[in-house]
């Protein structure tokens, strides 16, 4: 038998028919959906008298939309149109008959979060949901991407997702990471290093020291960015800290189930002498804390750096480091830590778990935010938000002057009432800078928690490892 | 959906990198639960000041761009959130075809959901057609899918490739969940298979 790679693994295991041509319908385990990609869907359902054709794996929570205020069970918080896209959800998931958390429920969170929580995710499997960021769930060893809302209606109808094979990329962080370097750093970097396109076309497997050596949160930061580089999707082989992670989970397998499941996951890793079309390496000692100056995750730079100029690109990234500096207010040649900050946030399905809230909190703990910053932590789930709670976490951010919030995606897309004004300069532990992802007009910085929570106290971008 | 076989019409340039779908449809018109309408707030912040008025200066604001049903682009058009708004916007505005180096993989995938043909092609070959459509609303493309051919105002013709199945279904605007439904008889032996080999699925 030829060697595999992981993805070649998890491919083979959910082939359902292969067409002479080499399209491919792929099974899909589970389907996670949310309020905004869906309505159209199901109103295609409807329209066409389809059903669902697994609605037992089929999994809907509300999160772009809703209000992170504590006021939020009152309607008057959401907006007309955003309210009418969650019941729209709420009518879809009750007709449909699929599993779902409403808005009230303490397990809501962001999809991407809720997924792994609740024991949705498992190894080996395969994943999609109307959105890009469904790569979170590649830190399981399963492959998971994000569709457009017609492929939403097609897994909806069929559980089946026409595809045709992508191609393997392998990236390897080697070494260990140095204190005060984040999982968030390392994909941040890798985006740097290979482009917002390096990994158009590729599944990625991360592979070395540094990844077995992060917790399963952060390897899900890993993963949640690998599209923010282009990639399908992004893996890493599951291990015991995987499977300690899954056990126990409220639809983990149990008993003779979890014993058979286990021995399977086992089998899910690249083998020594698989082909891959595609090799990126990058030293862990050499990743420092980074952040982005421009409005592509690709602009990234160590903190100790400056803002670049156009003439240091090519090609029509010329053009767009220009229109990048302008819209973010920046000068070639400025350094980055002087660049000042007036509102910070922490959430996303990037950084929004437990431990994210952990490593802001040991910044923040005994300190007081900038006179005037605004800053929020926006919990990935409930159930995050909970443990926060408990492990007094949430009194340390406001005690230093955060907002703390229920959960839901927020300001990393600004579509629930979360937003920046324009000229707003935000550090936000989110995914994408792009021109007005955060609100029309707002320029936002990518960091770790870490750099977030040390940006908040100083009122500009800040070296985390000065706080340490 | 719309059948794409043959198609004449204006080409804009836009040949900014990295153009994403925040760009295409910014996020506060992804609150509509219907798939029509969006084409007025395409490139929305791009487009329009934020009193609402029209920036001269951006090309589909243009007289010779505004009727246009082609955009070429810089590389890596599409990229980012998975919204499927965003092929609709460019539909309900009139655009037919994208013609850059590259896409980001879900953009590429939910145009051909719509209607929409995204076009490959090499650099060389994408700034030749970025210059053809410089010359604004006198100069016409022609895009065959069929033959897999664009041909630039003045007859240069550029061959390109397209996956044969969403090559077919565009010709024929099928609808691809009928065409999987078809195939359910896999669907339930490879369910059946599932249920016995990984039972916690």
Same mark, same amino acid.
């Given at each position: 038998m030829s060697p595999k790679t992981l993805y070649d693994k998890i491919w083979d295991a959910h082939l359902a028919h292969e067409a002479e041509d080499g399209t491919c319908l792929l099974y899909i385990d589970r389907h996670l959906v949310h309020e905004v990609t869906s309505p159209q869907a199901f109103e295609g359902l409807r329209m066409t008298g389809?059903?669902?054709?697994?609605p037992e794996k089929t999994i809907a929570v509300p999160d772009?939309?809703?209000?992170?205020?504590?006021?939020?069970?009152?309607?008057?918080?959401?907006t007309e149109d955003s309210r009418i896209q969650v019941e729209a959800l709420d009518k879809n998931a009750k007709d449909f008959g699929i599993h779902y958390y409403p808005?009230?429920?303490?397990?809501?969170?962001i999809v991407h979060i809720v997924g792994p929580e609740q024991g949705w995710t498992l190894p080996g499997m395969t994943v999609v949901c109307g959105?890009?960021? *469904?790569? @979170?769930?590649?830190?399981?060893g399963a492959l998971a991407h994000g569709i457009g809302t017609s492929e939403v209606e097609h897994v909806l109808a069929t559980q089946t997702l026409i595809q045709r094979k992508g191609k393997n990329m392998k990236v390897e962080i080697t070494g260990s990471l140095r204190p005060g370097v984040t999982a968030k750093d390392i994909t941040l970097s890798v985006i740097g290093a290979t482009? @917002?396109? $390096? $990994? @158009?076309?590729y599944v990625i497997e991360y592979f070395g020291q540094a990844i077995r050596e992060l917790s399963m949160e952060g390897r899900m930061t890993v993963c949640n960015m690998a599209i923010e580089g282009g990639a399908r999707a992004g893996l890493i082989a599951p291990d015991e800290k995987t499977y300690a992670y899954c056990?126990?989970?409220?639809h983990a397998p149990k008993g003779a189930q979890w014993e058979a499941a286990r021995a399977w996951w086992e089998t899910l890793y690249s083998d020594a002498d698989a082909h891959w079309d595609k090799v990126v390496t990058i030293r862990a000692?050499?990743?420092?804390?980074v952040v982005t100056?421009? *409005?592509?995750?690709?602009?990234v730079l160590p903190i100790t750096g400056s803002v670049p100029s156009p003439q240091d690109f090519t090609g029509g990234k010329v053009e767009a480091a220009q229109r990048s500096l302008d819209y973010m207010g920046l000068s070639a040649g400025?350094?980055? @830590?002087?660049i000042q900050i007036d509102t910070v946030f922490i959430g996303s399905c *990037?950084? $929004?778990r437990i431990e994210d809230l952990r490593a802001a909190a040991a910044i923040l703990k005994g300190k007081k935010i900038k006179d005037g910053m605004r800053a929020m932590v926006v919990p990935g789930s409930g159930l995050v938000r909970a443990q926060a709670e408990e492990e007094g976490l949430a009194q340390i951010f406001i005690d230093a002057g955060f907002e703390w919030r229920l959960a839901g995606c927020s300001m990393c897309?600004?579509?629930?009432?979360d937003q920046l004004s324009p000229g707003e300069r935000c550090a936000a532990t989110s995914n994408r800078n792009f021109?007005?992802?955060?609100?029309?007009g707002g320029r936002t910085h990518l960091l770790s928690p870490a750099m977030a929570a040390a940006a908040a106290i100083t009122g500009h971008l800040t070296d985390v490892r000065e706080m340490m | 959906m719309d059948k794409f076989t043959k198609i004449t019409g204006i080409a804009a340039p836009?040949?900014?990198?990295?153009?994403?779908t925040d760009m295409i449809?910014?996020?506060?018109?992804?609150?509509?639960?219907?798939?029509?309408?969006?084409g007025v707030n395409l490139f929305d912040e791009m487009r329009?000041?934020?009193? =609402?008025?029209?920036?001269?200066?951006?090309v589909l604001n243009q007289p010779a761009y505004?009727?246009?049903?082609?955009i070429v682009a =810089?590389?890596?058009? =599409?990229?980012?959130?998975?919204?499927?708004h965003a092929p609709w916007a460019l539909l309900d505005f009139g655009i037919r075809a994208v013609i850059s180096t590259s896409f980001a993989d879900i953009f590429y995938n939910n145009c051909f959901k719509n209607g929409i043909l995204p076009i490959v092609l090499p650099k060389e070959a994408v700034e030749v057609l970025m210059d053809d459509a410089r010359k604004?609303?006198?100069?016409r493309m022609t895009i065959d899918l069929e033959s897999q051919t664009v041909t630039s105002s003045d007859g240069q013709v550029f061959a390109f490739e397209v996956d044969g199945f969403k090559k077919h279904c565009l010709l024929n605007g099928l609808d691809d969940i009928g065409l999987t439904m078809e195939k359910a008889a896999s669907i339930d032996s490879f369910e059946k298979r599932l249920s016995a080999e990984r039972p916690w699925v």
């Open positions: 389809r059903k669902v054709r697994a772009h939309n809703v209000p992170t205020t504590l006021d939020r069970a009152n309607a008057a918080t959401m808005v009230s429920d303490v397990r809501q969170g959105d890009s960021h *469904t790569a @979170t769930h590649g830190a399981f482009g @917002t396109a $390096g $990994g @158009t076309g056990m126990g989970r409220p000692e050499d990743i420092a804390p100056w421009g *409005t592509s995750p690709e602009d400025q350094k980055l @830590t002087d *990037t950084t $929004g897309l600004a579509m629930n009432p021109e007005g992802r955060q609100g029309r | 836009m040949p900014l990198v990295n153009i994403d449809i910014p996020k506060q018109f992804l609150k509509t639960i219907k798939r029509s309408g969006l329009y000041n934020s009193d =609402g008025s029209e920036r001269a200066d951006f505004r009727e246009s049903q082609i =810089g590389d890596n058009f =599409g990229c980012g959130s998975s919204r499927e604004g609303a006198n100069a």
